[in-house]
């Protein structure tokens, strides 16, 4: 009797433990979905609103006429609006304990406008690093480089193959019911599962890891170029734009695609171990709102990208006598440097010819 006594307790202390256990790993995903994520997404959604708003509005009023460069920098920032403005129902999502009460078509727009300012953040920064590339390393082709009319070929591009290769998502989300809860889930907790392992992989191998590498050659190149001749300002900021943008996919890109991929196997191998599952799941949610931290970046990249955006950008908020001051100051700047190739980009760097020092 007491041999049965015994066995009875270790089987009952090994049920409860696992019991306990499962339960905590399974918090572990919930408390980071319910608690870290509207807070999060909330902060930026205010940033990006505002921010966003802002940029887009000296880049219109402001800083014309356009050169590529400037198409592009608007087309990010209206990637980052479209995202931002689609926070507030995550938001109220997690807030809610993961009941979505909005409907599927806001479900799908939600997801879709995610992964659209994920790959279209990720393909404007590489049109960004291609054509500050061919001015820095090709000066003599900066002339076509920087007319507008490719900016708007290049924005056509990134946005045509941003919507292409991420339609099929429209087909694979959609509203489950679980624990008496109509649910929105991300795309790695979507299935079929098997299916969302080869999409995820064609995504991260032709929407990141290929710019990545397109920007890491470009980048590497333009440094060494700055490297040589005399030292100034320009060529120092331009340097700090060369590892803002580095950061940007390293901090904010990698993490999501590598947790991404984990969170996906995970869920492939049915043997996987209840805490493995949830604390993968755990971290996976941590990495998305990084992904929207790009926001933070870009703003700091416009600003960056030329005196003429940071004198209007100063001007903003305290009045409208600022915007004359900006403009005047705008008017100055094309005064002075009319007859050169120059962009609010290509400003910040500069590469010497045979004849003379050219600004970019």
Request: aromatic share 12%.
């Amino acid at each position: 009797m007491t041999c049965i006594a015994t066995h009875s307790t270790v089987m009952s202390s090994i049920i409860s433990y696992g019991n306990e256990s499962s339960q905590n790993c399974t918090n572990v995903a919930l408390l980071t979905k319910h608690y870290y994520l509207p807070v999060i997404y909330s902060v930026i959604c205010l940033v990006g609103i505002l921010g966003n708003i802002v940029a887009i509005t000296i880049y219109l009023a402001k800083l014309r006429p356009w050169k590529s460069s400037e198409v592009i920098m608007v087309n990010l920032a209206l990637t980052d609006l479209l995202y931002v403005l689609s926070l507030p129902f995550l938001v109220y999502y997690y807030a809610n304990s993961d009941s979505w009460t909005l409907g599927n078509f806001m479900c799908r727009f939600v997801r879709f406008g995610f992964h659209l300012n994920l790959y279209g953040s990720i393909l404007f920064l590489t049109c960004l690093a291609v054509f500050r590339y061919v001015v820095v390393m090709h000066p003599l082709r900066a002339p076509e480089v920087q007319r507008k009319r490719w900016g708007f070929v290049a924005c056509a591009a990134v946005w045509a193959i941003a919507v292409v290769e991420i339609w099929p998502l429209l087909t694979i989300l959609n509203l489950v019911e679980k624990n008496n809860t109509t649910q929105c889930l991300d795309f790695a907790s979507s299935d079929p599962v098997e299916l969302l392992w080869w999409y995820s992989w064609l995504l991260t191998v032709v929407n990141f890891l290929l710019p990545l590498v397109v920007v890491v050659v470009c980048y590497v190149c333009i440094r060494r170029k700055l490297a040589t001749g005399p030292h100034n300002p320009g060529k120092i900021r331009a340097r700090r734009l060369t590892v803002l943008v580095l950061v940007v996919f390293v901090a904010c890109f990698l993490p999501y695609h590598v947790l991404r991929a984990l969170r996906i196997a995970v869920r492939m191998n049915p043997h996987s171990p209840c805490m493995l599952e949830n604390w993968v799941h755990a971290v996976y949610i941590m990495s998305r709102p990084m992904t929207g931290l790009n926001t933070f970046f870009n703003l700091a990249l416009y600003t960056m990208g030329g005196e003429k955006f940071q004198q209007a950008a100063l001007c903003v908020f305290p009045g409208g006598h600022c915007w004359a001051r900006a403009g005047t100051h705008s008017n100055r700047t094309s005064t002075a440097i009319r007859g050169s190739n120059t962009t609010s980009i290509e400003e910040i760097a500069t590469t010497e010819t045979d004849t003379n020092q050219r600004e970019i």
